[in-house]
């Protein structure tokens, strides 16, 4: 198998997988399915927002810009 057709099924580990955003700013994390990695930007599927601890669940796709990310958990 030719190295290009190798390379372009190569996702980033954490693509796919359960895990919690958190942000440099006062904004609560927000949980969910890291679906896309594209660019500047973190599109998360089925995401619940932590305030307090309590899981808040948000309707439709959160996309996040990496320059208000802190660091990101991965949970599962």
Do not use: C
Not at 26 to 48: C, E, H, N, Y
Request: charged share 20%; aromatic share 10%.
């Amino acid at each position: 198998m030719p190295v290009w057709r190798r390379l372009a099924w190569w996702r980033p580990p954490y693509v796919l997988r359960s895990v919690v955003v958190n942000f440099t700013d006062d904004v609560p994390a927000i949980g969910g399915v890291l679906w896309a990695s594209r660019g500047p930007f973190l599109t998360l599927k089925q995401a619940t927002l932590d305030p307090a601890g309590r899981k808040v669940p948000i309707d439709g796709d959160v996309v996040i810009e990496r320059d208000k990310v802190s660091f990101v958990v991965v949970v599962h």
